[in-house]
């Protein structure tokens, strides 16, 4: 037996013990296994088992960096560390083959309330992307850091909850501090004004356990009276007349995931290799096949998290200059509708690892000298991080050609999108003349 088929059998009777809770005999199985490994991947998973079967938090920790040192995307590892440093809870941690069933029914939820402290009136948001305004005495306050940030979050410590896995489902019971009074806000929103006192509240999604809370928001950088005049040149430049009153422009905050993907494409290339021939100064050619790894590193893989306006909203999301985001402040939200992502986490998260790997094995044989790529795998691709950012959007609808069309309006650089097919760009001159040319 080889010393590295000898390593792999201690792993095993290590990993054994350590699940029927016999630690002592797992540390020294583990123990040797390392001395034995002559492989990364066993490295890992030796140190890994280690860490799980160590009773200091000081040597658990040094035994689960010691798997990442060789295992950089080691799940498992990275979900006790976040355990460790206390961004996990142990009883949060779900089971992957036994996801729980969404929960049923009403859900009692903290919301924010925004009032003047001068005058106790209703403030909201401003368009101008800076102040909180009171609508009667017009005293302004601006958001501060925020209680999110603008930075990514660990998508390994989301998947190991149900935050990662559940949509909102139920709808949402608030308690105005403001009047007393109670009332349900639907599942996809987040905002809302009392139906009393009309004071505006938003959802602390951040102290509840099965929603991800937004960590980025772009604010709206314009009016409605903006927002219509954008509306109605779109309209008239596209030579289109509505067939009734077209509803004013509303402004709404739609969810938006983005990712990034790291790790390695596996593939398998033939390449062609001469050599040469001694007798009569003529070369040998002969394919042969090699196995390697392609690094992968793709950020900010942007997605719609919301399933209703998604067609039309995937058209608007390229057009938003994302580096502007800021860090969520639930005071942007005053005064201004906002939805919910009904497209849970984990699953945008496999249609981005799937847009990567599409992108880059198309890209492969050109970034490889252009070599013949027989096999290509993303197994060895991984999401590092992702965010929930709300992006401003102006929304209505306008009838056209027997039906009501979407139409979105981009709330921070004014570009319109809709339902409709696209015209074709007109052409014309030269371009005109070839493409006879090419037809005769």
């Not at 954008?230 to 402004?251: F, M, S, T």
């Not at 390229?318 to 699953?347: C, H, N, Q, T």
């Not at 709330?411 to 030269?430: F, H, I, Y």
């Amino acid at each position: 037996m080889s010393s590295a088929d000898y390593a792999r059998d201690l792993l095993r009777s290590g990993i054994i013990d350590a699940k029927t809770g016999d630690k002592d005999s797992a540390r020294r199985y583990l123990d040797r296994a390392i001395y034995m490994a002559g492989t990364h991947d066993v490295l890992a998973e030796a140190w890994f088992w280690m860490g799980e079967v160590m009773d200091d938090p000081v040597e658990k920790r040094m035994a689960y960096e010691n798997c990442l040192s060789h295992d950089l995307h080691h799940t498992r590892a990275r979900r006790s560390l976040a355990v460790l440093d206390g961004r996990i809870k142990s009883d949060e941690i779900i089971d992957p083959d036994r996801l729980p069933s969404a929960p049923e029914g009403l859900r009692a939820v903290q919301a924010d309330r925004f009032m003047c402290p001068k005058c106790g009136g209703r403030m909201s948001f401003s368009p101008d992307g800076a102040t909180l305004i009171c609508d009667y005495c017009s005293s302004k306050n601006q958001p501060g850091a925020g209680r999110g940030t603008e930075n990514e979050k660990d998508f390994i410590v989301a998947m190991a909850t149900m935050k990662g896995h559940n949509k909102p489902l139920q709808e949402q019971v608030f308690h105005c501090n403001g009047c007393g009074a109670e009332f349900i806000l639907p599942p996809k929103q987040i905002s809302a004004n009392c139906a009393y006192c009309d004071s505006p509240h938003v959802v602390s999604l951040e102290k509840t356990k099965d929603l991800i809370a937004p960590n980025s928001i772009l604010p709206f950088a314009f009016d409605q009276k903006k927002a219509v005049r954008l509306l109605v040149d779109w309209v008239q430049g596209n030579d289109i007349k509505p067939e009734k009153k077209v509803d004013l422009p509303r402004g709404i905050y739609l969810p938006m995931w983005t990712f990034n993907i790291g790790g390695s494409i596996d593939y398998t290339a033939e390449v062609v290799e001469y050599k040469e021939n001694g007798f009569d100064n003529e070369r040998e050619r002969r394919v042969v096949r090699i196995d390697d790894k392609f690094p992968v590193l793709v950020i900010d893989i942007a997605l719609p998290a919301s399933r209703k306006l998604s067609a039309v909203f995937m058209k608007l999301i390229p057009g938003f200059d994302l580096s502007a985001l800021k860090p969520y402040d639930p005071r942007y939200l005053a005064g201004w509708l906002a939805e919910v992502y009904d497209i849970p986490m984990a699953d945008a998260s496999l249609d981005a690892r799937s847009i990567a790997f599409k992108d880059r094995r198309e890209r492969l044989p050109y970034l490889l000298n252009n070599i013949n790529i027989v096999r290509a795998s993303s197994a060895g691709m991984l999401v590092e991080s992702f965010k929930l950012a709300l992006l401003p959007v102006w929304m209505t609808e306008l009838p056209f050609e027997g039906r009501e069309h979407i139409i979105l309006i981009n709330g921070q650089s004014g570009a319109v999108k809709s339902d409709l097919p696209e015209k074709d760009e007109e052409r014309g001159g030269l371009f005109d003349f070839l493409a006879d040319l090419l037809n005769d």
